[in-house]
């Protein structure tokens, strides 16, 4: 894979690589209206092959600015029932391939921050990245006979947030059908977090509390953190041997193994909800390892979200089916959670009302048994079809869809790469109270 010798850091240069990628958008139409005016593919194929040249090419642009505009393709990857399947494949490569920085814009970022070479702080350091992804590329190292991750930051990737979330902001809109007025809030709080994940002082903090306060969880480990070897953007852990999780789960695993590791990861986070009441808001399968003896490796704290209880306790009220089917209490909690407010009509009253019933009784029906099976295809189907099914309404198009308290974004990210990664493992007979024994 090639090395970039450049990023482009100003306005000006991240706009205009962004611009050469909405014109190779235009022509990809051109090219699917001409298809279907000639009659060269039906209607799915040339619908298929438009999806796939604009993933592409959108895909490419993003991967060359790196930083927040990268992060958006990822957290985009993990919506598996709202993309088109080309786009999910293709942004998904934000997780683990992209051009990594050259040695030379490696070593600069050293100089800056440690006045040496790593080559000068090292034994050994690897000038090939072993990982590229949005924000950060990882390096190997070794100090008195101990393996080191080295993750570097990429150069004006905290700089460019701000710009990059303004030129982002009308494709998100369009896409999930967000009105400008009162979505101010849902915007700040992803600019928050990016400026969070960007800050690796605080990502170094974070990382120790959890991975101390997790310690104790059963067949969970994490590396331990230097921070002599680490700054605002640079973080120097222990190396962790595993393989990643994506590709654990295209093994040829037994049951028993997919259902311990599927066991420690909904534990892990169980825990980090309701005990901690912070969680790793970033579930997706470059964020973990599987050692030899199948032990979950947790190798990135970047972004945590905390979780008020104000948001919390209504939250998780309505994940108990007896309150959902209580109309007076499930429409208090709607209030609470801002999904409801006094300026809806009537219409949007009674529409969002039944949206959302749908939506919990589905989401939640893990936490209404004993124990739950992550690899019930139906489950997940629904999942599907009940977003398709909505995306596809024609009256919710008049009405003001910002609906929730920011702090959904979030959390709900989280239950989707949770739940994904859960589906991956085909995770079966999960005790999903289990985190309640190591309290």
């Known amino acids: 894979m090639k090395t970039l010798h450049k990023i482009p850091t100003g306005k000006l240069e991240r706009t205009s690589s962004l611009l050469k990628a909405g014109a190779k958008v235009g022509v990809n139409y051109i ?34 600015l790196k930083g927040s505009a990268l992060k958006v393709a990822q957290m985009l990857s993990m919506e598996k029932n709202i993309l088109p399947q080309a786009y999910v494949e293709k942004f998904s490569l934000s997780q683990f391939s992209v051009p990594p920085l050259s040695g030379a814009l490696v070593k600069k970022t050293f100089r800056k921050y440690f006045g040496k070479n790593p080559e000068d702080l090292f034994d050994e350091f690897t000038d090939e990245s072993v ?33 990059d979330l303004k030129m982002v902001k009308p494709i998100a809109m369009k896409m999930f059908n967000i009105k400008k007025e009162g979505s101010e809030s849902y915007f700040q709080e992803v600019e928050n977090k990016l400026f969070e994940e960007t800050d690796y002082d605080l990502e170094l903090k974070r990382s120790q509390e959890i991975s101390e306060k997790c310690a104790h969880l059963p067949n969970l480990a994490f590396p331990t953190y230097y921070p002599e ?8 852990m222990d190396w962790m041997n595993g393989k990643h999780f994506s590709e654990f789960t295209k093994l040829d695993n037994s049951q028993d193994d997919l259902n311990k590791i599927g066991q420690t990861l909904w534990d892990f986070y169980m825990y980090q909800m309701h005990v901690l009441k912070q969680v790793h808001a970033d579930p997706h399968p470059g964020n973990f390892l599987v050692s030899a003896d199948k032990k979950l490796l947790v190798i990135d704290f970047g972004c945590i979200k905390e979780i008020p209880n104000d948001f919390y306790k209504p939250y998780f009220e309505l994940a108990e089916r007896k309150n959902l089917d209580n109309p007076e209490f499930y ?35 893990p936490f209404n048994v004993v124990n739950f099976d992550f690899s019930d295809e139906t489950f997940f189907q629904e999942i599907a079809d009940l977003g398709q099914r909505y995306a596809k309404l024609s009256n919710i198009k008049g009405m003001n869809t910002n609906r929730g308290s920011k702090h959904f974004i979030y959390l709900n990210r989280t239950f989707f790469g949770l739940y994904n990664m859960m589906h991956d493992l085909k995770a079966q007979n999960i005790v999903i109270n289990q985190y309640k024994n190591f309290i």
């Open 31 to 64: 090219k699917y209206y001409g298809n279907k005016i000639t009659k060269d593919k039906d209607e799915d194929e040339a619908r298929k092959t438009l999806n796939e040249d604009n993933a592409t090419d959108i895909y490419d642009s993003l991967k060359e």
């Open 131 to 163: 990982n590229a992804a949005s924000i950060g590329q990882v390096h190997k190292a070794k100090k008195d006979g101990q393996d080191l991750a080295v993750k570097i930051q990429y150069p004006g990737v905290r700089e460019s947030i701000s710009s």
């Open 229 to 236: 070897f680490s700054c605002e953007r640079i973080i120097t």
């Open 331 to 365: 429409k208090e909690k709607l209030y609470e959670l801002e999904i409801l407010s006094d300026q809806d009509s009537a219409n949007e009253q009674e529409f969002f009302t039944k949206l959302f019933y749908e939506l919990l009784e589905l989401f939640t029906r």
